[in-house]
């Protein structure tokens, strides 16, 4: 970096420039707008349903009537992109998750409605991972001992992705980390002629204690046997994190995703510098009940916190955030 010689004060007054609002705005640095939101949404069995989630507050379940209505508000904010996670019925889960094949399962049900209202004026993100189909509650297939099977899972995900794929699904988002899948997952689509589906990898994905309220969302938490250390990654490292990246994008994903978010923001900002690729970051669950939980102790304003923590993404040189606050925060900046 380049280092730039001042003048001594007062010949140099920093204030100066934050003096006034429109100074202020001329002079800022990092924008964030709708379209670097992605909105995160729950998709639920039934018809006419919305079940609040207790660890989620302001969150909800939707069947996918309403959640049609949540994609045409997207679109009225300016929103560009829906990613959808299924709430599977326990009757439906499987020791092998098989239920993510079934080409008539919540989520293909979900991206058809959408698709069918919306077309393409906004984009639908898939997540590819067996936890919400598995009775064990792991994200891929598993042995005796409960280890889970790489090369065997990555059979299943691309199945999943072509099923998504053949729904309507723009982005495939495989948030599995197994090795070898988006490899995998990219010559099944291009084999199935769907050259243009986009996959949005979870490259570096850390092993981490801010996932409980999702795992509560898609009523895995109960189920989980174990944990999931041997594919997620170590919260303490950061090199292997740029070697995951490496891999993912020589194997042919366009971009590729950061999870948690504000804790490994360091993370998001080496990927960006390193690679130069448009690299997302997921504010996930236990982020965003933090947030709602020091607002409601009085401790916090919600709406300056998610815009300074969104802001802190564009920041750290992230394209977009899928975060839970997405809705609320394009009211904010659309005035």
Known sequence: MTQTILAPFPAQRPRRSRSTPW?????????????????????????GVEDPIASLP????????LMVERAKEAVSLGIPCLALFPYTQKERRSEDGKEALNPDNLMCRAIRAIKDACGDDIGILTDVALDPYTSHGQ????????????????ETLVGQSLNQANAGADIIAPSDMMDGRIAAIRAALEGANHQNVQIMSYAAKYASAFYGPFRDAVGSRGLLKGDKKTYQMDPANSD???REVAIDLAEG?????VKPGLPYLDIARRVKDEFGVPVF????????????HAVAAGAADRDTMVLETLLAFRRAGCSGVLTYHAAHAARLLNG
């Open 139 to 154: 994200d891929g297939l598993i042995d005796d001992n409960g280890y889970v099977l790489n090369d065997a899972t990555v």
């Open 23 to 47: 100074s202020r705005a001329m002079h800022r640095e990092t924008i964030l707008t709708p379209a670097n939101l992605i909105w995160p949404l729950f998709v639920a069995d039934g018809q």
């Open 253 to 257: 994903a366009d971009s590729v995703m």
């Open 240 to 242: 292997e994190a740029l």
């Open 281 to 292: 970051a997921y504010q996930v669950s236990g982020e965003y009940a933090m947030i709602e």
């Open 58 to 65: 302001g969150v909800s379940r939707w069947s996918v009537d």
